[in-house]
């Protein structure tokens, strides 16, 4: 199966700190990449949804302007978690979807980000 | 709303028993759905879909419209298959809604 990578795969920040993960597809063209949220024990939310080249659809519920998301590339997609408070700590995990495959999206091995 | 239900949190069976997970989903449309999992300390991966039809690892899911289930099952669970196992329901979009979870063990 196709690889999506995650970096970094943990971070530890300060509250009031902005904080950048990226996901990268390694061996294919994402036209479309997902971001998750992940807390202790509970499934994965889906926060956002990037088209590459234009602008992230986010879910009902997900500040825009506290996760901001930029798909620049087929390979590349960043969630930035802007002025982190320690209630947005929390395993997030992205994924990507090639236009070619069969709805099928593959996922990263996620970041936990911790907010002292 | 679209909603996908497992209702066990946690199914712990012997080595060499049946194993059923459950999911039951609510949606508006014509389903696409899909069974993934996650083994220790590694990343969600797809275990099979109902278009496809096929069996993965020995597991089987058969869509049921009538009774809105897509449960998982496998008729001899192996110590390798502990896992936490997720349903998903594609939504308009390509957007993935996941069920709560079920965590599977298998005791030998």
């Known amino acids: 199966g196709a690889v999506v990578s995650q970096h970094p795969s943990w971070v530890i920040c300060k509250s009031g700190t902005s904080v950048k993960i990226e996901c990268r597809s390694l061996d294919f063209q994402a036209t479309t990449m997902f971001w998750y949220r992940q807390f202790p024990k509970q499934s994965l939310m889906l926060m956002a949804t990037s088209n590459e080249g234009s602008k992230a659809t986010y879910e009902q519920g997900v500040e825009k302007d506290k996760f901001l998301i930029n798909h620049a590339s087929l390979t590349l997609s960043t969630l930035t978690v802007t002025s982190a408070h320690p209630e947005d700590s929390s395993f997030y995990i992205c994924?990507?979807?090639?236009?070619?495959?069969?709805?099928?999206?593959?996922f990263g091995p996620g970041t936990r980000l911790t907010v002292l | 709303a679209q909603r996908v239900t497992q209702p066990e949190k946690l199914l712990s069976v012997f080595k060499g028993a049946p194993v059923e997970l459950k999911c039951n989903y609510s949606?508006?449309?014509?389903?696409?759905l899909f069974w993934y999992v996650q083994y220790s300390r590694q990343r969600l991966q797809l275990l099979l879909r109902?278009?496809s039809r096929e069996s993965i690892k020995g597991f089987t899911a058969d869509l049921n419209k009538g009774e809105t289930s897509f449960h998982l099952k496998k008729p001899f669970a192996q110590e390798e298959d502990s896992a936490m196992y997720y349903c998903?329901?594609?939504?308009?979009?390509?957007?993935?809604?996941f069920g709560a979870g079920t965590i599977l063990r298998v005791k030998s």
């Open positions: 998903a329901l594609m939504e308009y979009g390509n957007k993935l809604v």
């Open positions: 994924s990507g979807r090639a236009g070619s495959s069969y709805n099928e999206q593959f």
């Open positions: 949606y508006s449309g014509s389903p696409e």
């Open positions: 109902h278009i």
